[in-house]
Protein backbone atom coordinates (compact mmCIF):
# COMPACT_ATOMS: atom_id res chain seq x y z
CA UNK A 1 0.00 0.00 0.00
CA UNK A 2 1.51 3.77 -0.82
CA UNK A 3 2.02 5.82 2.09
CA UNK A 4 0.11 8.71 2.54
CA UNK A 5 1.27 11.86 3.81
CA UNK A 6 -1.14 12.96 5.61
CA UNK A 7 0.15 14.11 9.35
CA UNK A 8 -1.02 15.98 11.68
CA UNK A 9 0.57 19.71 12.07
CA UNK A 10 0.37 22.46 14.73
CA UNK A 11 1.80 25.82 14.59
CA UNK A 12 2.43 28.26 17.77
CA UNK A 13 3.67 31.89 17.14
CA UNK A 14 1.36 32.18 14.74
CA UNK A 15 1.76 36.52 14.35
CA UNK A 16 -0.92 36.86 11.35
CA UNK A 17 -4.13 35.15 10.18
CA UNK A 18 -5.61 36.26 6.80
CA UNK A 19 -8.63 35.12 5.14
CA UNK A 20 -9.92 35.73 1.58
CA UNK A 21 -12.49 34.01 -0.62
CA UNK A 22 -10.98 31.50 -3.34
CA UNK A 23 -9.40 33.74 -6.39
CA UNK A 24 -8.72 37.19 -4.49
CA UNK A 25 -5.06 37.68 -3.60
CA UNK A 26 -3.36 38.18 -0.55
CA UNK A 27 -3.30 41.76 -0.49
CA UNK A 28 -6.73 41.55 -0.34
CA UNK A 29 -7.20 38.84 2.14
CA UNK A 30 -8.52 40.54 5.82
CA UNK A 31 -6.73 40.25 9.03
CA UNK A 32 -8.97 37.99 11.18
CA UNK A 33 -7.63 38.75 14.40
CA UNK A 34 -5.31 38.02 17.18
CA UNK A 35 -4.94 33.86 18.09
CA UNK A 36 -4.71 32.77 21.57
CA UNK A 37 -3.10 29.61 21.19
CA UNK A 38 -1.87 27.17 18.47
CA UNK A 39 -3.06 26.88 14.59
CA UNK A 40 -4.28 23.25 14.44
CA UNK A 41 -4.14 21.00 11.38
CA UNK A 42 -5.42 17.76 11.83
CA UNK A 43 -5.44 14.97 9.65
CA UNK A 44 -8.11 12.19 9.31
CA UNK A 45 -7.73 8.80 7.17
CA UNK A 46 -10.13 6.67 6.58
CA UNK A 47 -9.17 2.94 5.09
CA UNK A 48 -11.71 0.13 3.92
CA UNK A 49 -9.76 -3.65 4.59
CA UNK A 50 -10.26 -5.88 1.92
CA UNK A 51 -11.37 -9.66 3.04
CA UNK A 52 -10.74 -12.13 0.99
CA UNK A 53 -12.54 -16.58 1.87
CA UNK A 54 -8.77 -17.80 2.53
CA UNK A 55 -8.17 -15.61 5.69
CA UNK A 56 -9.49 -14.63 9.00
CA UNK A 57 -7.31 -10.85 8.79
CA UNK A 58 -7.84 -8.65 6.09
CA UNK A 59 -4.87 -9.04 3.19
CA UNK A 60 -4.40 -5.42 2.96
CA UNK A 61 -6.21 -2.00 3.48
CA UNK A 62 -7.14 0.59 0.74
CA UNK A 63 -7.09 4.41 1.59
CA UNK A 64 -10.27 6.05 0.54
CA UNK A 65 -9.85 9.15 2.73
CA UNK A 66 -7.46 11.95 3.54
CA UNK A 67 -8.90 14.75 5.06
CA UNK A 68 -7.35 17.51 6.79
CA UNK A 69 -9.52 19.80 9.45
CA UNK A 70 -8.20 23.37 10.46
CA UNK A 71 -8.81 25.24 13.98
CA UNK A 72 -7.77 28.46 14.80
CA UNK A 73 -8.70 29.88 18.36
CA UNK A 74 -9.05 33.67 17.79
CA UNK A 75 -8.65 35.80 20.95
CA UNK A 76 -10.19 38.62 19.64
CA UNK A 77 -12.79 38.52 16.97
CA UNK A 78 -14.75 41.52 15.28
CA UNK A 79 -17.34 40.44 12.81
CA UNK A 80 -16.86 43.30 10.89
CA UNK A 81 -13.38 42.30 9.72
CA UNK A 82 -14.15 38.38 9.27
CA UNK A 83 -17.36 39.20 7.22
CA UNK A 84 -14.72 41.42 4.88
CA UNK A 85 -12.54 38.48 5.20
CA UNK A 86 -15.46 36.04 4.67
CA UNK A 87 -16.68 38.57 1.85
CA UNK A 88 -20.05 38.85 3.42
CA UNK A 89 -22.64 41.09 5.04
CA UNK A 90 -25.22 40.67 7.58
CA UNK A 91 -28.48 41.11 7.77
CA UNK A 92 -30.20 44.05 10.21
CA UNK A 93 -30.35 41.24 12.99
CA UNK A 94 -26.86 40.56 12.60
CA UNK A 95 -27.43 36.84 10.88
CA UNK A 96 -24.83 35.58 7.99
CA UNK A 97 -25.43 32.46 6.42
CA UNK A 98 -22.55 31.41 3.54
CA UNK A 99 -23.44 30.01 0.57
CA UNK A 100 -23.39 26.07 0.34
CA UNK A 101 -20.20 25.70 -2.09
CA UNK A 102 -18.69 28.67 -0.43
CA UNK A 103 -14.61 28.28 -0.85
CA UNK A 104 -11.78 30.47 0.87
CA UNK A 105 -7.95 30.72 1.28
CA UNK A 106 -6.27 31.30 4.43
CA UNK A 107 -2.07 32.38 5.02
CA UNK A 108 -0.84 32.60 8.47
CA UNK A 109 2.92 33.60 9.31
CA UNK A 110 5.33 32.50 12.07
CA UNK A 111 8.85 32.64 12.54
CA UNK A 112 11.27 30.46 10.43
CA UNK A 113 14.40 28.54 11.46
CA UNK A 114 17.29 31.14 11.52
CA UNK A 115 19.18 30.33 8.54
CA UNK A 116 23.11 29.86 7.67
CA UNK A 117 23.53 33.33 7.73
CA UNK A 118 22.03 34.28 11.11
CA UNK A 119 18.90 35.79 9.90
CA UNK A 120 15.38 35.14 11.27
CA UNK A 121 12.74 34.56 8.63
CA UNK A 122 9.36 34.57 8.09
CA UNK A 123 7.65 31.02 7.52
CA UNK A 124 4.10 31.64 5.82
CA UNK A 125 1.58 28.80 5.29
CA UNK A 126 -1.13 28.57 2.45
CA UNK A 127 -4.33 26.98 2.40
CA UNK A 128 -5.02 27.49 -1.32
CA UNK A 129 -8.67 25.97 -0.68
CA UNK A 130 -10.80 25.77 2.53
CA UNK A 131 -14.46 24.75 3.43
CA UNK A 132 -15.23 26.50 6.90
CA UNK A 133 -17.54 25.00 9.30
CA UNK A 134 -18.60 22.22 6.82
CA UNK A 135 -21.75 23.65 6.62
CA UNK A 136 -24.46 26.62 5.21
CA UNK A 137 -23.66 28.55 8.36
CA UNK A 138 -20.74 30.40 9.74
CA UNK A 139 -20.21 28.77 13.87
CA UNK A 140 -17.91 29.61 16.20
CA UNK A 141 -17.36 26.61 19.18
CA UNK A 142 -16.27 27.99 22.64
CA UNK A 143 -14.36 27.02 24.92
CA UNK A 144 -14.01 27.09 28.89
CA UNK A 145 -11.98 30.23 28.19
CA UNK A 146 -14.48 31.60 25.84
CA UNK A 147 -11.80 32.03 22.72
CA UNK A 148 -13.61 31.37 19.22
CA UNK A 149 -12.32 29.02 17.32
CA UNK A 150 -12.58 29.28 13.21
CA UNK A 151 -12.85 26.10 11.99
CA UNK A 152 -12.79 24.32 8.05
CA UNK A 153 -11.95 21.78 6.36
CA UNK A 154 -9.20 21.70 3.71
CA UNK A 155 -9.68 20.74 0.30
CA UNK A 156 -7.50 18.22 -1.63
CA UNK A 157 -5.63 16.98 0.75
CA UNK A 158 -3.24 14.45 -1.27
CA UNK A 159 -3.33 10.92 -2.07
CA UNK A 160 -0.89 8.71 -2.81
CA UNK A 161 1.14 11.86 -4.27
CA UNK A 162 -1.54 13.73 -5.65
CA UNK A 163 -2.74 17.29 -5.15
CA UNK A 164 0.31 18.04 -3.40
CA UNK A 165 -0.56 21.38 -3.05
CA UNK A 166 -3.45 21.61 -1.05
CA UNK A 167 -1.26 23.16 1.60
CA UNK A 168 2.07 25.66 1.00
CA UNK A 169 4.46 26.26 3.35
CA UNK A 170 7.35 28.94 2.52
CA UNK A 171 10.23 30.22 4.10
CA UNK A 172 11.48 34.42 3.38
CA UNK A 173 14.64 36.09 4.73
CA UNK A 174 15.48 39.39 4.16
CA UNK A 175 18.03 39.77 1.02
CA UNK A 176 21.77 41.08 1.95
CA UNK A 177 21.14 41.06 5.88
CA UNK A 178 24.85 42.25 7.47
CA UNK A 179 25.82 39.64 10.33
Excluded: H
Excluded at 15 to 33: C, H, M, Q, W, Y
Excluded at 136 to 159: H, K, M, W, Y
Amino acid sequence: MAQNKCQDIVVSGVRKLLIAPLGTSKENATDVGFTNGNVTLTAALEFLDVMVDQSLMPVRSVLTAANYTFAAPLASMALESLAIGLGLSFDESGVATLPTERYYQVWFETDAPVNDKGVKGVREFYIPKMRLGGTSELAFSRTDAQVNNLEGTLINCPTDGENTNFLTVTDTYAEDANV
